[in-house]
């Protein structure tokens, strides 16, 4: 197989599984476990990878919450520049002993929203670990926090603005003609807008990681963009006896995919944007299974309407590479 760009979309809740307590050494074997599956993609491609960090800015938010020494909690924006660091050191270290010998860089990575987007006004970013209802609406009631349903538990929501455009792009396409493998966007990037001077500032919020990566991918022109995480693919009707895997679904059919909102809906839109810019597949799956997700024989693939193959570009020569059946 000739080499190919890939950008995945690592999910967070791959990283810390829902129940789990936050514990480092527990976080770390997860990151060991997802650096040897990414490992084999990133000897074979280039590769960039986004990670998610719902679970861990949850529980840094917390903590600061309940820390009687501060003034005010630290804000969302300076939280999710916490676990880019956090998570894309381990994130570094791991791939290096899974046998990763590309130079590995972790960017801090700063995402640009519109300050006035309708989304500061409906949270919907699941963040933190997940509750029962009656302890949910105890530390709502304490935090001011927004909850839903999650699954059958609750967690709190935060505001999700869209991203406009990544702050740090030309270094992330010029690291990556480097051969480097590249980890940004870390929680969707640290989430900030520019005011009337071009000023930029933080802002309260989390950016969803998928939006971003789909968004990464298409200013990187990449062939494949990946979006792993804990579960084998797109489930139509999950959680409920009729559930199903999905094997493939084409873009002008997605408005007739039965699945949950906060968690796979994002996902599937923003595989679809990336087809539709791209012409290109892409794909979500199991993080165990990375590889067999790239060829196609897991997970669920995203596609234009029209079938057959399509080949992803190479960047050795302008040759075309088939990267699925």
């Not at 999910?11 to 990414?38: S, T, V, Y």
């Not at 880019?84 to 002993?97: F, P, S």
């Amino acid at each position: 197989m000739t080499e190919v760009r890939i950008v995945v979309a690592l999910g967070g809740n791959a990283l810390l599984r829902r129940g789990e307590k936050p514990d480092a050494a527990l976080q770390i074997g997860h990151i060991r476990a997802a650096a040897e599956a990414l490992a084999p993609l990133a000897a074979e491609n280039e590769l960039v990878i986004c990670h998610g960090n719902g679970p861990q800015v949850g529980m840094l938010a917390l903590e600061s919450e309940s820390d009687t020494s501060l003034t005010r909690p630290y804000p969302l924006d300076v939280l999710v520049a916490q676990t880019q660091g956090m998570i894309g050191y381990w994130l570094v270290q791991e791939l290096r002993n899974a046998g990763v010998t590309k130079p590995i860089l972790s960017i801090v990575t700063q995402t640009v929203v519109d300050a006035e987007d309708p989304a500061f006004a409906r949270p919907t970013k699941f963040v933190g670990p997940v509750y029962d209802q009656p302890q949910a609406r105890l530390l709502a009631e304490l935090h001011g926090w927004d909850i839903a349903p999650d699954g059958g538990r609750w967690r709190r929501v935060v505001s999700s603005p869209h991203p406009q455009r990544v702050l740090e792009q030309g270094t992330i396409t010029h690291l990556l003609r480097q051969q480097s493998v590249i980890i940004c966007g870390g929680g969707g990037g640290v989430p900030v807008a520019e005011d009337d001077a071009g000023r930029i500032h933080g802002v309260e919020a989390v950016v969803d990681k998928d939006f971003t990566a789909a968004l990464i991918a298409i200013k990187v022109n990449a062939d494949r963009l990946l979006v792993l995480t804990d579960v084998p693919g797109v489930m139509e009707h999950f959680a409920t006896p009729q559930a199903m895997l999905r094997r493939r679904i084409n873009v002008d059919d997605m408005s007739r995919i039965s699945v949950p909102d906060g968690s796979m809906g994002p996902k599937l839109t923003a595989c679809a944007r990336f087809v539709i810019a791209t012409g290109r597949k892409a794909a979500i799956g199991s993080l165990s299974q990375a590889a067999a997700v790239l060829n196609g024989s897991a997970g669920t693939t995203i596609a234009e309407h029209r079938l057959g193959q399509v080949d992803a570009r190479s960047r050795n020569g302008g040759r075309r590479a088939s990267v699925d059946g």
